[in-house]
């Protein structure tokens, strides 16, 4: 790379944020039934294009699924606007009378989304609808692997915001993709905060901008079937969630923790339905494929089907295998696949009863998991609630937990930005939504009445005489030495 393509690429960062500042001073006069026809012509737009834009992804970043991006493009668009369209976020949003309390919210000004490779385009539909909800203009910077496609997203997206009335340069994206560029803007004066979706290295990086930003963090989702629970439906929901889109949503089960009473029957279903066990040598070679020394995932397996990874691996597998399940006595260093992996693999555990299954889930979720999502299948209510205890700030119950995840088949805010709380280094606990993208202003008037009257003294009540204060003195003067 040049030092010209990195001085211009720097340039590029800094003429979208002095357009965007532009485009959001004028675009937070706009009224709320403004910007919802924004947002309904970007609805639109993305609907006629979803297919169109999954392809790009899969072709451009070879991860994935396109019949499975489009529901996620879908989702990101009219799930979401479904969800939000009433949800006030413009002008005075609250007031209470009794306590003669008002609040109106305030944009937060320029917003950069750091978007990833596993969801490039479905990430810039979900965070570009909230933050034009929110009053505020968005800047991309997608990743390197993922920017034809990002750039293909934002400009449908500004597009139809224009068309429908948008200032213009209120969704933007650079299109010259260095690390200074990004840089430039994680610290540019005028951009107020960030929204960082994807690696832990660049959240951090976000969080270490010096301002206000919002990151997610690895799953690793431990997901418990108990002895209870319908089994058959149960690894139906898992192998739905682990194969959407070859398994690349964090909120996607990474091991399955299952209780040893019905833990044959588990395995027969998982057979039945299309999964292939690993044996202790092909649970080494897929490893060894998958996974690197540190934990990590090889980038280049990343969102491949199981036949796919089957093949690097060199283990023999059935036409149709749907996932690889390895068998795993340990975790952590010596089992490299007890790790995150955003592919089409399962670790399988197998615990005496539901208080072993929460230890194990707890140490799972230590390797990189804490505070993001638990998953478990089960009928019986008590036990469910007994992991309200654990660290996870989702625990998605008879669902597949990628879809539960991220509010597609649960009650949860529609988000493909799952906020980890403080336990998973998140400044959020929750899916991100418009809500987090506004100051509130707060005007108050006085309700309670203020007195502090007040008292003089009474000579008349003092005790304290003339020669009581000469007796002080003269202590005072003697302990001197005078």
Known sequence: MTLDYDLNSIQEARDLVR???????????????????????????????????????????????????????????????DF????????????????????????MGVILGLTPTTNPTSTIIHNAICAVKSGNAIIFSPHPN?????????????????????????????????????EELMHHNDVSVIIATGGSAMVKAAYSAGKPAFGVGPGNVPVFIERTADIKQAVADIVTSKTFDNGMICASEQAIVADEPIKEAIMAELKRQGCYFLSKEETQKVSSVVMTRTG?????????????IAGKAGVAVPAGTKLLI???????????????????????????????????????????????TFAMHSQDDRIVREFLQKPVFRIVVNTPSALGGIGYSTGLTPSMTLGCGTWGGSSISENLGPQHLVNIKRLVYGTRQVELASKAVNNANCTINAEDVAGVVRQVLKQLNY
């Open 296 to 308: 990590g995932m090889v980038p280049a397996v990343t969102g491949k089907t199981a036949e796919f």
């Open 326 to 372: 390895a068998p795993l006595e340990g975790y952590g260093p010596d089992y490299p696949l007890s790790h995150e992996k955003l592919t089409s693999v399962l670790g399988f555990y197998t615990v005496k009863d539901w208080h072993e299954a929460c230890i194990l889930s707890i140490e799972l979720l230590k390797l990189g998991g804490i505070g993001h």
């Open 19 to 81: 357009k965007a500042k532009e485009a959001q001073t004028t675009f937070a006069e706009y009224s709320e039934q403004a910007i919802n026809n924004i947002l309904i012509a970007m609805v639109a737009i993305i609907k006629e294009n979803a297919e169109l834009l999954a392809r790009m992804a899969v072709d451009e970043t070879q991860y994935g699924v396109v019949e499975h991006k489009v529901i996620k493009n879908l989702f990101a668009s009219q799930d979401v606007y």
């Open 146 to 182: 993922a920017v034809k496609c990002s750039n293909a997203t934002v400009q449908l997206l500004q597009e139809a915001a224009v068309k429908a009335g948008a200032p213009p340069s209120l969704i933007s994206c650079l299109t010259q993709m260095t690390m200074k560029a990004t």
């Open 84 to 107: 939000i369209k009433g949800m006030k976020t413009t002008g005075i949003i609250r007031e209470d009378k009794e306590l003669k309390l008002i609040e109106a919210a305030v944009p």
